[in-house]
């Protein structure tokens, strides 16, 4: 168990009031370390990073980053409607795959820009040629980038520009998909030196596709967290509201989702519901529940809940966009709460079996102007006081993969991002205020505000500079992976 200094007793303190004292001989190098922790009760991560599920953090890009980095992103809810949140969803799981079994197909009548319009959409240019542009109908052929990169015509029929089905090299289903045997189609694809195989069934209709660029990928990402299928991993966020969470999860389920986030900034009792709901509907999803910051509280979900609770996401009003706790006067010292929280779950362990949790909100960089250098005491600080993995909002809405544009700070003399609380007035008039609970009163009180980060640049920089940072750290305390940080960190408060 870890070390506790008796001063931290029953007091409230953040990241920044705390110290982790180094007491070994570290004899291995940084690159030995290895992050590998529990997201939720099932699944594994080889970094221990989560994007929020914030409008000005993750949609697919961001989730692809972190998936491909060996962390997981969150798809937020704050869209318009429940199947723009499900396309994103969509992205993320047909951004690189094994077998892509529902491909995007056209038909013959469809035109170059339908291509283009694909390619914007979902970010590839390989789309099999159906008779009817369906699933249901005959293979007549392919469109590759190959094939249109060169014309500016957007009108004309693909039928013209298409390799037709008598040219084509494909493969049967009996022989790689019915067999579970994708080295087969890999094989076949390379062999014909091929960006996209399409492997058919006895009546010559799509069953699925490979594509060169994801075995490309799967060799330049080793932590990439992936499915059976070899597809990313994603969660959504869903509202504390049984029926649109219903929707939103048999949707997403649909989809390919991973699990869910019931997202609420306090835990509300309708969680509970949704999460048994979710459990005995889809029992493959992950259901994680949140935000508690007491042992009462997560006592008392575990007590109803430990059978539905895939994870417990702690933090009230931490973050760099809440105002929660000035607002409300609502909420507690993050470090604190992590630690308490954790202690808690041990206790009941040995009844309810062990629930991992997201340290989520109040993990901040240092920020010099013109020194953005990832500084990663506080997650390390996080997985020392129990928390399997952390959650990041500000940390992420500064690089290109979170959604807005970047621009210039005239103030700041600095490129920025924005990002915004989900609570925050201007998030909450995107489309009701679910996730506050109050969308049928009129009178709305933001727990969330709208600030500038600064720019960070591509996220594929940014976040394996944060992992060997983390990593760094352990090996500084001699630690080889998180299991020994938590067993043996050495917390102290600095003074103040
Ligand atoms: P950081 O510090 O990483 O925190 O930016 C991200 C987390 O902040 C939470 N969040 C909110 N909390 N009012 C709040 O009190 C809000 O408007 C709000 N929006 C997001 C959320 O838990 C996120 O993961």
Redesign the pocket.
């Known amino acids: 168990m870890a070390k506790f200094h008796p001063d931290l007793i029953n007091k409230e303190f953040w990241y920044k009031d705390i110290t982790l004292i180094p007491n070994r001989l570290p004899d291995f190098e940084r690159d030995k370390v290895d992050l590998t922790t529990h997201f939720t009760k099932r699944l594994k991560l080889k970094t221990p990073f989560i994007s929020?599920?914030?409008d000005t953090?993750t949609e697919a890009e961001m989730a692809i980053l972190m998936a491909l980095l060996g962390g997981i992103g969150v798809i937020h809810y704050n869209f318009l409607t429940i199947d723009e949140q499900i396309e994103e969803v969509e992205k993320v799981k047909r951004f690189e795959a094994g077998f892509v079994f529902n491909p995007v197909v056209l038909s013959p009548k469809n035109t170059i820009g339908d291509v283009y319009n694909v390619a914007d959409k979902y970010g590839f240019f390989s789309v099999p040629i159906t008779e009817d542009g369906t699933l249901n109908s005959k293979l007549s052929g392919i469109v590759t980038h190959r094939d249109i990169r060169y014309r500016k015509d957007m009108e004309t029929k693909l039928k013209e520009v298409m390799t037709p089905r008598e040219k084509l090299i494909v493969a049967k289903k009996s022989e790689t998909v019915d067999k579970n045997n994708l080295q087969a189609a890999n094989e076949i694809l390379r062999k014909n030196n091929l960006d996209t195989l399409i492997i058919v069934d006895e009546d010559n209709k799509v069953a699925a596709l490979v594509a060169d660029s994801d075995i490309r990928k799967n060799e330049q990402f080793p932590l990439a967290t992936k499915d059976e299928n070899k597809q990313l991993r994603v969660f959504s966020a869903v509202e504390s509201r049984l029926k649109l969470a219903k929707e939103r999860i048999g949707k997403g389920y649909d989809a390919g989702l991973d699990g869910i986030i019931i997202?609420a900034?306090v835990v509300f009792k309708e969680q509970l519901e949704i999460a048994k709901y979710c459990k005995e509907n889809f029992p493959e999803l992950e259901v994680v529940l949140?935000?508690v910051d007491s042992a009462e509280m997560v006592r008392k979900i575990i007590e109803e809940a430990s059978d539905y609770c895939d994870a417990l996401?702690i933090?009230?009003?931490?973050?760099?966009?809440?105002?929660?706790?000035q607002e409300l006067g609502t909420?507690r010292a993050q470090a604190s709460a992590v630690w308490e929280c954790g202690e808690a779950i041990k206790k009941l362990e040995p009844k309810y079996g062990f629930i991992p949790t997201i340290a989520?909100?109040?993990?901040?960089i240092p920020d010099t102007i013109g020194q953005d250098v990832a500084k990663p005491g506080d997650i390390t600080k996080a997985l020392a006081l129990g928390a399997q993995t952390v959650?990041?909002?500000?940390?992420?809405?500064g690089l290109d993969e979170s959604p807005g544009e970047k621009e210039f700070d005239y103030e700041e003399n600095r490129m920025v991002k924005k990002?915004?609380?989900?609570?925050?007035t201007e998030?909450m008039e995107k489309r009701g205020a679910l996730?506050?609970g109050i969308e049928k009163v009129k009178i709305r009180i933001?727990?969330?505000?709208v600030i500038k980060v600064p720019y960070r640049g591509s996220g594929y920089d940014f976040i394996p500079q944060l992992i060997a940072g983390v990593k760094q750290s352990l090996q500084k305390q001699g630690f080889k992976n998180i299991k020994e940080l938590q067993e043996e960190a050495d917390i102290r408060p600095l003074p103040k």
């Open positions: 929020s599920p914030m953090v997202d900034s949140g935000n996401r933090g009230i009003g931490p973050g760099a966009a809440c105002i929660t706790q909420g989520d909100g109040g993990i901040k959650m990041m909002g500000s940390l992420l809405a990002y915004r609380g989900m609570g925050s998030a996730r506050y933001p727990e969330g505000k």
